[in-house]
C-alpha cells in the first residue's frame, strides 16, 4: 500500500481557502497498475462519498479497479486520517508560491499519476471573507477563473493553477 498526496499550487488573487467544493466532489485522475504498468485508459472519477465492495468480502473501498492487463483488482481510498475538507490552499501558500496538500488516497496495487482540477470549488474573499461556491475550474477555461468581490471592491481570480502527486 502506497499513500499518496495531491496537492496543489495556484496564483490567488484575493482569494483563500480555495478547495473543492462539497465532500461529494469527484476527483479525477489518472491511474496507473504498478504490476503491469499499464495505465487506465481514461481518467478516473473518485468519490469520497462513495464506496464499492473489494471482491472476497475485504472490505470496501472508493475505487476498486480490474486491470484489463493483469486482471488485478487494486483499490483506492481517501485516508480518512488527513482532514478533508479542512484542507484548503491559502492566500499565505500563493504568497509564499508552494503546494498545499489537500487530500491523501491510500492505493493498493495501483498508483496515481496525474490530478485534474476540473469541477466546482469554493474559495473566500482573503479580507473580506466573502464565499464564492460556484468557482469553476475547467480545462475550457484553462484552469482559471474570475470574479468581482463586492464587498471588498476588488477583483478576484485564480490563475496558474498546478497539480502534484507525491508520496504523503
Ligand atoms: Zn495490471
Redesign the pocket.
Known amino acids: 500500500m502506497v499513500k499518496l498526496a495531491v496537492s496543489i499550487k495556484a496564483q490567488l488573487e484575493a482569494l483563500t481557502d480555495l478547495k473543492p467544493a462539497g465532500e461529494d466532489f469527484n476527483w479525477m485522475f489518472k491511474v496507473k497498475?504498478t504490476?503491469?504498468?499499464?495505465e487506465h485508459p481514461n481518467w478516473v472519477g473518485i468519490d469520497a462519498t462513495e464506496t464499492r465492495d473489494i471482491s472476497g468480502s475485504r472490505g470496501e473501498a472508493n475505487l476498486v479497479w480490474r486491470?484489463q492487463?493483469?486482471k488485478?483488482e487494486h483499490t483506492v481510498s481517501f485516508d480518512e486520517s488527513f482532514k478533508r475538507g479542512s484542507a484548503v490552499y491559502t492566500f499565505e501558500d500563493s504568497e509564499e508560491q508552494r503546494f498545499a496538500k489537500l487530500a491523501v488516497l491510500e492505493c493498493r496495487g495501483c498508483e496515481l499519476t496525474e490530478f485534474d482540477t476540473n469541477g466546482v470549488w469554493t474559495a473566500k474573499g482573503a479580507e473580506s471573507g466573502t464565499v464564492f461556491d460556484e468557482v469553476e475550474l475547467s480545462n475550457e477555461s484553462g484552469n482559471e477563473w474570475s470574479d468581482y468581490d463586492e464587498k471588498a471592491g476588488t477583483s478576484v481570480s485564480i490563475m496558474e493553477v498546478e497539480t502534484k502527486i507525491a508520496r504523503a
Open positions: 497498475c504490476s503491469c504498468r499499464e486491470c492487463m493483469c488485478r
